[in-house]
């Protein structure tokens, strides 16, 4: 199968497709043809050698495809089934990929948007089960127009929680639609929030890590109210919480998100899509930063 590959850290340059075996589902795991591929700000880190050390390294966290193989035990797929998920494996972007957790893609959705959900769902509501987040609840997103954050709004306020979102001008409108209370990033951060709730909020999530860690501890009332998933230094000098998942990841997300984009009340944005074969031009876009929603990989 072809699959994408680098044998050595650096740019965009160094990412090559290769010809690698197919892989075999494990016990409880199934193979998909995959049709779409997520791409994500750690593959570029990886890439980089910022995360991991060994090479080669192959890629990708999050597909949608086609069931073809079904692993030992497996009861809740057949062959020919729609589904998205997690490769473990980090292999994702390929022609195929075995998932280790997954479902059903909803029917509304094409492969696409379906290879968009799992990294941004799982990573927000493990976020907001850290914080506790709940009905009434008042939220803090500092990042709320990026996939994360976004979903982060969406599930929040599907919890029945008030959400209070930051983002650049040009994103208000955006998140208005999500359910949030737009305020801008930046200096005076403090007091755009206050203006909208007067005794700040019970709880924030920091998924922009831009340097604000202080403030949102203000907001919240101390630092046990706090998660980040983006600074980690930060969280360390200032007590907040950091959060990527070594502690258990939140894959129940999967099987719950269906019934929310079916009601019409959970949608993330496909920003740009690129064949498999234009990975470099696909990370380049993404370390630019101007491509708004989800960075996705069209396989097959």
Same mark, same amino acid.
């Given at each position: 199968m072809k699959a994408v590959r680098f044998?050595?850290?650096?740019?965009?340059?160094?990412?090559?497709?290769?010809?690698?075996?197919?892989?075999?589902?494990?016990?409880?795991?199934?193979?998909?043809?995959?049709?779409?591929?997520?791409?994500?700000?750690?593959?570029?880190?990886?890439?980089?050698?910022?995360?991991?050390?060994?090479?080669?390294?192959?890629? @990708?966290?999050?597909?949608?495809?086609?069931?073809?193989?079904?692993?030992?035990?497996?009861?809740? =797929?057949?062959?020919?089934?729609?589904?998205?998920?997690?490769?473990?494996?980090?292999?994702?972007q390929a022609e195929l990929a075995v998932l280790s957790h997954y479902a059903p893609i909803p029917p509304s959705l094409d492969f696409p948007a379906a290879a968009a959900l799992p990294a941004a769902v799982?990573?927000?509501?493990?976020?907001?089960?850290?914080?506790?987040?709940?009905? @009434?609840?008042?939220?803090?997103?500092?990042?709320?127009?990026?996939?994360? @954050?976004?979903?982060?709004?969406?599930? =929040?306020?599907?919890? @029945?929680?008030?959400?209070?979102?930051?983002?650049?001008?040009?994103?208000?409108?955006?998140?208005?639609?999500?359910?949030?209370?737009?305020?801008?990033?930046?200096?005076?951060?403090?007091?755009?929030?206050?203006?909208?709730?007067?005794?700040?909020?019970d709880l924030a999530l920091d998924v922009a890590g831009s340097g604000v860690l202080p403030e949102l501890v203000g907001l919240a009332g101390g630092p046990e109210h706090v998660v980040t998933i983006a600074d980690f230094a930060g969280a360390r000098e200032h007590g907040v919480r950091f959060s990527r998942g070594d502690d258990g990841r939140a894959v129940h997300a999967l099987a719950g998100i269906g019934a929310l984009v079916e009601a019409g009340r959970f949608a993330l944005p496909v920003g740009r899509t690129f064949p498999l074969a234009d990975i470099a031009q696909a990370h380049r876009a993404g370390e630019d930063g101007q491509v708004r929603g989800k960075l996705v990989l069209l396989v097959g």
């Open positions: 044998d050595r850290f650096g740019g965009p340059e160094v990412l090559e497709i290769v010809e690698l075996p197919d892989p075999r589902p494990g016990p409880g795991q199934v193979r998909i043809a995959v049709r779409a591929a997520g791409v994500n700000p750690s593959d570029w880190k990886k890439r980089r050698g910022l995360l991991d050390e060994e090479l080669p390294q192959t890629l @990708g966290h999050e597909a949608a495809g086609v069931v073809d193989a079904l692993g030992e035990g497996v009861t809740d =797929a057949a062959v020919g089934d729609r589904v998205f998920g997690f490769s473990v494996e980090g292999a994702a799982e990573t927000a509501t493990r976020s907001l089960d850290t914080l506790g987040v709940r009905a @009434g609840s008042r939220l803090l997103v500092n990042g709320a127009s990026g996939s994360v @954050g976004a979903a982060a709004v969406q599930l =929040a306020v599907a919890r @029945g929680a008030r959400v209070i979102g930051t983002a650049g001008a040009a994103n208000h409108a955006y998140l208005r639609s999500l359910g949030a209370e737009p305020v801008a990033y930046g200096a005076g951060l403090v007091e755009r929030v206050r203006a909208l709730a007067p005794d700040g909020v």
